[in-house]
């Protein structure tokens, strides 16, 4: 019976309930040692009627990949045969069941991890010790536990507060478990330890704090012996348990060890040569049942309670019956100072850890690794792989750390300087990790040009080319014009040197689209890019997609495509913040900002990055902010695209009675060199705002269809120049196609003020003519239905966009009615694009 857990309980009760009913959830259960956690688990899966998948964390196996995965999944995996391929493939691989495929991409794992789980459903899944369980499980578990929706599936995970924790960024509800009040901690006495004295069991209440381990085990104990004075309780435990390893036979007590420096009885037998007879006194005390410590500190007092000669001889023992990562880890732990036969195992182990996708094992194994190397040098070395792995697995922190111990060891590789500086990207400080690159020599340059020209710092890119050959610098002088007051001359030297660009180390060839996007040619780049999603969701290459999302996302946006572009944005912002990817994540954030303006939504001030700023531009110019605009396009104007916006700060700088003469030139450079048909028809725009006889610029603007909501605007300038010219009936021609346009692309604001021309040039009445259901879905739902009006099962569906099949079902039947049809045949005959 538990005491005073009576909220708690409820809580999980809710859970299973809403799980029976095909809701999914998560739940972070925080616990100090010996506060009940288990207790709350057992009762928990003791009372769901569903089916419980449980697994509990354990220290000697936190570095082993996907250790946790696999217990945890194992009744399940009769269900494999029924994933998408890839998937499958991919947690056969991991888990030991078949070759691992090559380049498999370490997300897929937490998709394969998703998608069994909710076919399985209704399940409660216990994870006990979490903060034990090795990193490649739990990243895979925490993955699926953020996309779970509607599978029926609930996740528990009971941890500790510790620096090795992955908790506090997965986003996850959590519930703390405190220590018992003094009712329930008498309730727990009464029921243990019904005769105590007085005088003893208020000690024993006030020493133990309300935890219900020490109200368990302080009784048994000398209590009238403990030292006084507020010790921290799971020293006092771990101590306690410590006499009672003590009192035991030196042949138990010895294997008691290597049980509790493997966690496996098998290998402990065969290390020990002891019968397994030998764990009986143990099991008498209490300390062992069967082949399992009831108690994390059980087990740690078993194995602190030796000697640091008996520890080394047992790591050594184990070292000889097992293989691998294993018997490196017991060589590491047997090493009493640095043995570079040692280090050579550790590396090779991280070696094997990585091709599994366990970074962060991989890293620990190599820290390890650099602490037994002898040479200076090669410690360095391990050193910054080390801090590499840890950047890949998200520990940026550690990281920097080991990249700082690397440098005092004399560390100056090429590696160790790119790897810093993409630190400092990464957490905020462009500036600085230009200056490594640049300081660095020629070989790194080109890593710095890309750092200028990502936060559009011309001034970086010139000293940049400064310093490179004549033979390289091309690119990067195209580059500086691009920013500057002629990009057009930028652009035709980018497009004369882009050959000369080196492939990206992550293998995506993305030069061509490079090119698209800079020219203006936004079609030809979405469709490179979509092909390349294409590719990266049929290989499950999770982890590189959100660049790519958030890059399409862009693509589209600039296309006017807004729906499509909020869409496949959410997307990007949803897998980036899964695997950690800040910069991605925060491009997201500002183009989901970008057509919500578009719709007449005012971007928060908490955004930041490029796309935060154009957002609000873009607020500015569809609500008629024209000084607002003006500023911040002028703010804009040499970054990245600056030269695609600056067809804007010519409108904006029309509208608010300013000269136009340098941004107007900047665009013509530009378009005149790009040559796009959309691009040269928005120039004849700007020309038409400034002519004094402006039809013939406004014909042209308006006959190029290639971007519809470009077209829109150059429509509605010209409708308003045509009323002004009191030609009324030309004017409302001009003025109903854009405000259909407008709808279409959920232009509110623009589409409001052509309403407005149209009163005033006659119209009596006009009615909203687009199809406002779209709008009530949400981007994800949209996608789905997008997707689902191909054809697409929702298993086929869940594949491309990282969702169980039950989650895709739960989100069609919530769009249905938002669209008002009835079955997938109905969507065939939507306007979805």
């Known amino acids: 019976m538990l005491h005073g857990r009576q909220r708690e309980l409820d809580r999980l009760r809710a859970l299973v309930a809403g799980a029976r009913e095909g809701h999914s959830a998560a739940l972070v259960i925080r616990a100090e040692p010996g506060t009940g956690k288990t207790a709350l688990l057992d009762a928990a899966a003791h009372n769901a009627g569903i089916r419980v998948l449980r697994v509990e964390g354990v220290e000697t196996e936190a570095e082993l990949p996907f250790a946790a995965l696999h217990l945890i999944l194992r009744p399940l995996l009769g269900g494999l045969d029924a994933l998408p391929q890839p998937q499958a493939d991919a947690l056969r691989g991991v888990l030991g069941l078949a070759a691992r495929p090559e380049g498999q991409d370490r997300f897929l794992t937490g998709l394969a991890t998703l998608t069994l789980l909710a076919e399985q459903g209704p399940l409660l899944c216990l994870l006990d010790d979490a903060h034990w369980i090795d990193r490649a499980s739990l990243d895979a578990l925490l993955f699926a536990a953020r996309r779970l929706e509607a599978d029926g599936v609930v996740l528990v995970f009971a941890t500790r507060s510790v620096e090795r924790d992955l908790f506090t960024t997965a986003g996850l509800p959590e519930l703390r478990l405190e220590g018992l009040d003094r009712a329930a901690a008498l309730e727990v006495l009464a029921e243990r330890a019904p005769g105590l004295p007085p005088a003893t069991r208020d000690r024993v209440v006030a020493e133990s704090g309300g935890n219900p381990l020490a109200l368990i085990e302080l009784p048994r104990m000398e209590v009238d012996s403990l030292a006084a004075g507020p010790l921290p309780l799971p020293h006092r435990l771990q101590e306690a348990y410590q006499e009672r390893v003590s009192a035991l036979p030196s042949d138990t007590r010895m294997l008691l060890l290597a049980l509790a420096a493997e966690g496996e009885l098998s290998a402990a037998l065969r290390a020990t040569g002891l019968p397994i007879g030998a764990l009986a006194p143990a099991e008498r005390a209490g300390l062992v049942t069967g082949a399992d410590f009831p108690h994390p500190l059980v087990r740690a007092a078993a194995y602190q309670s030796a000697s640091f ?308 531009a873009a607020y500015d110019l569809v609500t008629g902010r024209w000084e607002s605009a003006l500023d911040r396009l002028g703010r804009m104007a040499h970054r990245p695209h600056g030269a695609c916006f600056a067809a804007d700060q010519v409108e904006a700088a029309i509208r608010a009675g300013r000269p136009a003469g340098e941004a107007l030139g900047r665009y013509e450079s530009w378009a005149l060199a790009s040559g796009v048909p959309w691009v040269l028809a928005v120039r004849q725009r700007c020309l038409a705002m400034l002519a004094d006889d402006p039809e013939e610029h406004y014909e042209q603007a308006v006959s190029c269809s290639d971007l519809p909501l470009q077209q829109a605007r150059s429509r509605l300038h010209y409708g308003e120049w045509l009323r002004r010219s009191r030609r009324k009936n030309e004017a409302r021609i001009q003025l109903r196609s854009a405000m259909e346009a407008f709808e279409q692309a959920g232009a509110v604001p623009w589409a409001d003020h052509c309403r407005a021309e149209l009163r005033a040039a006659g119209e009596a009445v006009v009615a909203p003519s687009a199809d406002d259901s779209l709008r009530e879905l949400t981007p994800q739902e949209f996608q789905i239905v997008r997707l689902a009006a191909t054809g697409a099962t929702n298993k086929e569906i869940g594949a491309q966009l990282f969702l169980s099949p039950k989650t895709v079902g739960h989100h069609l039947y919530r769009a249905f009615p938002k669209l008002g049809v009835s079955n997938r045949t109905e969507l065939a005959h939507l306007h979805l694009t």
């Open 309 to 616: 000669g008996e520890r080394v001889a047992v790591h050594r023992a184990l070292a000889d019956v097992t293989s691998d990562e294993r018997r490196a880890r017991h060589l590491a732990a047997a090493a009493t100072g640095p043995d570079e036969e040692v280090a050579a195992a550790l590396e090779a182990a991280a070696a094997t850890a990585r091709e599994v996708s366990g970074y962060g094992e991989a890293a620990a194994a190599l820290e390890r690794a650099a602490r037994l190397t002898p040479d200076p040098a090669a410690r360095a070395r391990r050193l910054t792989a080390a801090a590499a792995l840890a950047a890949d697995s998200g520990q940026g922190e550690r990281a920097r750390v080991l990249l700082d111990q690397s440098a005092h060891l004399g560390g100056t590789s090429q590696e160790l300087v790119r790897l810093r500086a993409r630190l400092e990207f990464e957490h905020g400080s462009p500036e600085s990790a230009w200056r490594l690159l640049l300081d660095a020599g020629q070989d790194l340059l080109v890593e710095a040009a890309r750092v200028s020209w990502s936060v559009g710092d011309a001034e970086g890119l010139r000293a940049v080319r400064d310093r490179m050959g004549e033979g390289r610098a091309g690119l990067v002088s195209g580059a500086v014009e691009l920013l500057s007051a002629d990009p057009g001359t930028g652009l035709d030297l980018i497009r004369r040197h882009l050959g000369q660009a080196p492939e990206r180390r992550d293998g995506l060839q993305l030069n061509p689209t490079s090119l698209a996007l800079l020219s203006g040619d936004f079609a030809t780049a979405r469709d490179h890019l979509q092909a390349l999603a294409a590719d990266l969701r049929s290989r499950g290459a999770i982890g590189w997609l959100p660049g790519v999302l958030a890059v399409l996302a862009e693509a589209e946006t600039l296309l006017g495509s807004t729906k499509t572009a909020e869409t496949t944005a959410a997307e990007a912002l949803r897998i980036a913040e899964d695997t950690g990817q800040r910069r991605h994540a925060v491009a997201a954030r500002g183009l989901l900002a970008h057509a919500a303006a578009l719709r007449g939504e005012q971007p928060g001030d908490e955004l930041n990055g490029d796309w935060a700023e154009r957002a609000r």
